[in-house]
């Protein structure tokens, strides 16, 4: 009998697991505010969903025509991380369905998360949750690597997991919310499924397989792209 296909699920957070992009949002723009800039958001979904605290920093200063202060920069994503916790700090914000899907495909295969999060933010909600132990390893905007769209993330939880596991990067798969979330896992080797949390179908269309809630998400189904 063939063994397994999927290894390996690698979760994307931010838009997947968590409801938590309006918070990143509403920090990111109490942070600006005070620096007399304006982020709508429709300009975050639209340009700047998907990339780390550094990434949007940059990019934003270099579309507003400002020269990027690497100083500037690094103080803006300290002060935002103070607010994001602050505001993670309210309350359960998981999407319905996720910790049942967590803990079912857990069950079955090992899981890892990817993401433009700080590793301390991502801690928080999962254990406050009872999900971290679900999650064999975490690579994360803490451990100094690229953002999405660069794969880095998805590379970086890879290694990671074949510390533990015997996985490879054609057989694991990442379940992403973001066409640039699509194209670092893509671009790392990886299948994707897309849930449409966050954009419409449409949007999603490069990745394997397109749902529009994690519970229609089973070790099964994940099989059957790879």
Not at 63 to 81: F, N, Q, S, Y
Not at 167 to 186: L, T
Request: charge should be negative; aromatic fraction near 8%.
């Amino acid at each position: 009998m063939a063994g397994p296909k999927c290894h390996a699920i690698v979760f994307d957070f931010d838009g997947v697991i968590a409801d938590s992009e309006p918070l990143h949002l509403r920090a990111y723009q109490a942070v600006l505010k005070d620096e007399g800039i304006e982020l709508s958001r429709d300009d975050y979904y639209a340009q700047y969903l998907g990339f780390d605290d550094v990434g949007l920093f940059w990019k934003l200063a270099r579309d507003r025509g400002l020269t990027p202060d690497p100083e500037k920069i690094e103080t803006l994503v300290e002060t935002k991380a103070r607010r994001m916790q602050a505001l993670l700090s309210e309350g359960s914000i998981l999407f319905p369905g996720a910790a049942d899907c967590i803990k079912r495909c857990a069950a079955e295969r090992p899981l890892a998360i990817a993401s433009g999060a700080f590793e301390h933010e991502i801690e928080m909600i999962l254990r406050s949750a009872g999900l971290r132990d679900c999650f064999k390893v975490i690579a994360s905007a803490s451990d100094g690597v690229r953002g999405k769209p660069a794969p880095d993330l998805y590379v970086l939880a890879v290694a990671k997991l074949k510390e533990t596991s015997a996985v490879n990067f054609a057989s694991c798969v990442a379940i992403e919310d973001s066409r640039w979330g699509i194209d670092a896992a893509q671009e790392a080797g990886l299948r994707c499924v897309a849930v449409t949390h966050t954009f419409p179908a449409a949007e999603l269309s490069a990745a394997d397989l397109v749902v529009n809630s994690l519970s229609e998400i089973s070790v099964a189904r994940l099989e059957e792209i790879i």
